[in-house]
């Protein structure tokens, strides 16, 4: 056997193990049985269709709102519809979304955080004719991830107005504090009090979509999303997803443990203990459809972690 021959059956060799440990891998992290995923799959779109039922949501021969349609990114390769619901994951299944729809095996890491929400080559549902638009939703696997509403508030508190974002930081806090502010004194950074009592006193409908309600993002009970999964959930589910729509190995979604800063119960609980009543109330009212749909409850934890 020549050299030359001998290099060649390594390289094969070792391309084969590589394709064993991907193909492998996402199994091995899938955590929880299909069979079990399935069940609370199919109990969580029970309870979504029952209160959707129940609180007169559902008007299936509605016409798809357009900022609806905007949420929602395709991938013809796959098959495959994701809702953007920022604050839970978004860049990271954005990034999934890019590669399936190029056809690149690559690792996520690869794509640029930041270029990921500017790129022009994502494409949104609201991009095709509406009779194309219904063909694609009734063919395609329709996905959407939720987040405990209050965690997803103080996490886009955190990011938005804490961080260096000229938008954010800059226009929408001078908004907030010329809103809050006694004699327009506009030092230091918006406070979560007057965050949150901005939120509460603004139209629902027109909110930033990263405290936007989940529900008037992805539309849920006018779209039979065929996944429904969860921040809390996000290995399991995502593992499945993956699985589900045939998307190279290769292609995971990254490990939280690269995220260390990211907000937890425990961050979301201290922030609450900087509200009243009066402001937990409002806040609860308007989440209150997140809420119910997704079946997320106000904690023993959060509630004695406010006062007044």
Same mark, same amino acid.
């Given at each position: ?130 009779? #194309?638009?219904?063909? /694609?939703?009734?063919?395609? $696997? ?5 987040? &405990?509403? @209050?965690? =997803? ?70 779209? #039979?999303?065929?996944? /429904?999964?969860?921040?809390? $959930? ?5 593992? &499945?997803? @993956?699985? =589900? ?64």
């Amino acid at each position: 056997m020549t050299h030359l021959l001998k290099k060649l059956l390594i390289f094969l060799l070792l391309c084969t193990l590589l394709g064993f440990f991907f193909s492998t891998q996402r199994h091995a992290e899938t955590t929880v049985h299909k069979e079990d995923w399935l069940k609370i799959q199919n109990d969580r779109k029970t309870r979504l269709d029952s209160i959707c039922l129940s609180k007169n949501l559902t008007n299936l021969k509605r016409k798809l709102n357009v900022q609806v349609s905007r949420q929602l990114f395709v991938d013809e390769n796959y098959k495959f519809i994701y809702c953007e619901v920022p604050k839970v994951g978004c860049s990271n299944w954005k990034k999934i979304v890019l590669l399936l729809m190029l056809n690149l095996s690559r690792d996520t890491f690869e794509v640029s955080q930041k270029e990921i929400h500017k790129t022009n080559l994502l494409k949104r549902l609201s991009s095709y004719p509406p009779k #194309q638009q219904e063909e /694609l939703l009734n063919s395609f $696997t329709k996905v959407m991830f939720t987040r &405990h509403p @209050l965690e =997803r508030l103080v996490s886009a508190y955190r990011d938005k107005l804490l961080g260096n974002e000229p938008y954010y930081s800059g226009t929408v806090a001078n908004q907030i504090k010329a809103l809050f502010r006694k004699g327009k004194n506009f030092t230091g950074a918006v406070t979560f009090q007057e965050f949150v009592n901005y939120i509460v006193t603004s139209n629902k409908e027109y909110l930033d979509v990263h405290w936007k309600p989940m529900s008037l993002l992805c539309d849920p009970c006018n779209i #039979q999303y065929d996944i /429904l999964g969860k921040y809390e $959930t996000l290995e399991d589910d995502v593992n &499945h997803t @993956l699985n =589900r729509i045939r998307a190279p190995e290769i292609i995971r979604y990254p490990d939280s443990k690269f995220y260390p800063q990211r907000t937890n119960k425990n961050l979301t609980t201290q922030y609450l203990r900087k509200m009243d009543w009066n402001q937990i109330q409002k806040l609860m009212e308007l989440y209150q459809i997140d809420f119910s749909l997704f079946n997320y409850t106000f904690t023993a934890e959060m509630k004695m972690s406010f006062s007044g």
